[in-house]
């Protein structure tokens, strides 16, 4: 089958082939193989086209880095995940992968065309080249540019995955299981700490999953590691977690963790997510994330099978995957030269080292490794070019002199040329915590300055080298990491033998015989940014990295320039004749690699979006067809319709059942707020505006709250049911935010008061029972109360029993007729609203919901706050001031009423608001205006809050707020709307029963 | 590409043994200060703890501190009224509070090897053994409903959760459940 892949080694499972497909071509690989690892032993190197360009292009890495090989992977219709590194996709049996960003196909792509128009898509070209003319900007060049845009293409479907999102709690967070970091995590775990090892990869590892020949303490890298990760495993204290990116660092040491859990398995277990977020709070986290290989910047450096050597050697080492048979390796780092033994040790041929670094450098292990095994190595050399179309078939190499001068150069044959430009640390978690960088002369890259937050950057991520210094690295970090966290540690210490070949690199662009050379040399590879980007933003006159990145977009694709950042400000450097460090470094930004939207939405999702809050009459009201609204979290029935009636035809009908006979009504939802102390009339009268002193025992009032500014906030009926205990309800919206003021005024303002407050919203269930009959429905089953008109009159309360239940029944009306609410321990809810429901029907009840409520309530202009008050309007404004106890000395809001402005005779005043012709109903919102015939801007003096059509009253009817509006009674005013001015004329509120006689029936 | 079929493994029923639902019990909650916190204390014949976030039981009875001058009283129904008698009667001297919240809330028992596991899923305080030892209460969050979490034992927590919210929570249990090795 493949033709690249070596005949032993490596870490799959060769016994397990797994077909799968890359743009409808079959291939197989193995069990262990990531997508890029099986295409390239079937010797595909071609698995993209550019963003801007679309140029051909290969794999670059092996790893999260991979700029290049961005894949769909596709399930069905609606899982189809675009934009995933062909270099993380682990494969299974009958994966089906395709490219992105061509047409028809990747080897043919009719989008390549933009590469011959490079010219007039230079840096900010968008900015420039469309300017003109200027109408064209919305027609034509932005939906033509943002067409060409973007990589891959979402799912168009909902997703049927679901996602897990969870808690936890750690002494030491260990991000990264290289040697450091298991290392870190080995000897925080024996110092008893409770540990969480983390890794993005789906083996631990890190590095020394590439290694041949590594050993620690005399014994092969992979046994210790096995041994290490075995005993990790048994300890209770432990958690390991891999295929999981630590992918974002919060204040307080709270770490954002993706765990990837389904995406590489050929079948999805039952029930599981697929992916899980996890939130962990640690107390201090070890940074081990390691450090990635930068490319060189040469022109042609984007052609497919030029690579990171690094990754070839994953490929060879790990994968057991040739990256190609005949290599060229340009590097500029030591280390780079160990992919060059590693190809060969897997039977590659090596054409040629070139070696970038200019002269004096001291030969580095891995160097002198290479000489000695006989590899031809060129010194101070550079690159001209690359040969080859859809695969590099040779690359140009030449000379540079000790004045710089550079030869002629000379081309080499080869099927893959691999690049080492040195290393960079990983210190995206470092700078999320807001870390400070430092910049490393001697390793050519920023490294850990002093931490903000409580970790710990430790191996290659902190800019250590070396197996042992690795190790010694990670262990020291453990320790201090668990001593920080309270435990005794000492540091684990292990040696590792390894070729150690050395980091530090260089940084920018090899040498060319122009500046600009006539190819392109490419700096970020996923945004398709070149030298000449980079130079065209600083002739331009952009000197901040910051500005230049934004003109270029260079480091900001979707691998925020892991494998760029540092070559695009050696760059810019260099150009502008400044340091590294003096230019400055853009910020990392979290997620460090890109993370789903699924695993921020976790279980907040279709019926689990939001508690959905039930009322005890919730399944009798589904089962007869009831329709139902939001209420924040409450289903509240909004009308209950019969066979054949539309919401109009089901809410008048309520109407005339509540204005002739019986209407019933779950009104559970409202705040109830039990208050029980020997100050308890002190505190309400502070709290409210009333006079609760006067309030007798079984009695109660409407009480209305105000803000400290004097705004009405919330208001409901108080009862007194003993000297010391009063039972508040409040609005439906209200209960929360009305408990949670009284709660801090209890404990801030009136600590002296002998009082205090318990919720009892949800102890218990409300029916209120309205209408003219209401009185002979509760008397057939409440015969343990008098509830005569005598004996219980409008506004109060008394104990009895309805049902078999206990019930506190209130005489209170918010429809203005006769009424009741009959409150019962919730677990009674059902029963007793059934019961009311059959001793009602020979009295006509019917059930309605709060579209009748809300008429009802209207036709009588009693106010809802919220909906007729905006958190403006005083008491007098909302026509309630005569609730205000005016014996009281003080109470919340007292003395902003005081201030002039709240005096004021044109504020805002509710009034009643009827349309000239009766059968039009205005639309709440719209704005009341003086005179007929406006134009805009008109001046507004009032809008309308409350609009319906009174089946009582055979016409239209409207509350609304207007300035100095109790003034204008039998004035007429205007609604401008499309096309008309509607005639209104001013009223009272109270358009039903004004004498309110109804209510005392 | 909707030519492509997902594999699934074949479902399989989820373990429920992991919760209860106990029988209603008898709530009330009592505020005061610290001379009626003692005075209750005779009167419920469980001392109520004054360490913050723990309860103590005696027999069918147990207090639980939800703040410095409030607690959830816990014990059979059939004892309600005569605690309330015994209050009126023993704390008549000792300004308090005592509501009867029986019907708001209703409890679920959380228990097992997975019980840590399942909490964890919604409830961000740290459930681990040195940091919620049993005889732990306190109000906190499972995701977007207040719960009260007490921890019974090693493997056994009672969460106190309102009427309207219970729903939602199980719910949430329930899926999470799921995650668990069959």
Redesign the interface.
Known sequence: MSTFRTTKGGRVDRAHPLQFTFDGKAYVGFAGDTLASALLANGVHLMGRSFKYHRPRGIVGAGSEEPNALITV????A??TPNLRATQIELYD?L?AESQNRWPSLQFDAGAVAGWLSPLLPAGFYNKTFMWPRAAWHALYEPNIRAAAGLGIAPSLPDPD?Y??????CDVLVVGSGPAGLAAAKTAAASGA?VILCDEQPAFGGSLLDDRNATVNGQAASAWMADTLAALAKNPRVRLLSRTTAFGYFPHNLIGLSERITDHL????????RERLW?V?AREVVIAAGAIERPLVFPGNDRPGVLLASAARTYANRYGVLVGRRAVLVTGCDAGYEAALDLMAGGAHIELIADVRPPGYVAGPAEKAARAAGLRVEQQSTVLGTQGTLRVSGVKIASVDASGQISRGRSYDCDVVLMSGGYTPSVHLHSQSRGKLVFDDSLGAFIPGKPAEHSHSAGAANGVQGLTALLRDGATAGANAAAAAGFTASAIMHTGVALDGTMAGVPGVLSQPTVLPPAKAFVDFQNDVTTRDLALAQREGFESVEHIKRYTTTGMATDQGKTSNLNALAFIAEQSNRRIPEVGLTTFRMPYTPTTFGIFAG??RG??F??????PSHDWTVARGGVFEDVG??KRTRYFPQAGEDMKAAMDRECRAVRHAVGMFDASTLGKI?V???DAATFLNRFYINNWSTLGVGRSRYGILLRDDGFVYDDGVIARLAEDRFHVTTTTGGAARVFAMMEDYLQTEWTEL???????????SVVAVQGPRSREVLQTLVSDLDISAEAMPHMSVANGTIAGAPMMLFRVSFSGELGFEVNV????GTAVWEAIYNAGKPFGIAPYGTEAMHVLRAEKGYIIVGQDTDGTMTPDDAAVAWAIGKTKPDFIGKRALERPAMKRLDRKQLVGLLTVDPQTVLEEGAQVVATAGQTVPMTMIGHITSSYYSAALKRSIALGVVAGGRALVGQTLYVPMPGRDIAVVVTSPVFYDPKGERING | MGNHAVKTTAPVAVDMSWLETPASTARLSFRGNAAAIAAASTAFGVPLPTEACRAATVGTRSALWLGPDEYLLIAPESERLAIIQGFVRDLAAHPHSLVDVSHRQNALIVKGPHAVWLLESGCPLDLDLSRFPVGMCTRTLFEKSEITLWRTGTDTFHLEVWRSFMEYVTALLTETAHELPA
């Open positions: 596709i399930r069905d219709a899982r189809r009958g089906v679901h897990a999102q969870r808690f936890a709690h409770r050929a079948e999805l277990p039952s029930g599981m997510p939130q709070r279980h907040a019926d689990l939001d508690p959905v809050r039930k009322t979290m409450w039990e029980v102390g020997k002998s009082v205090w407050i318990t919720s009892t919203t949800e102890q218990w321990p919730a677990r009674h």
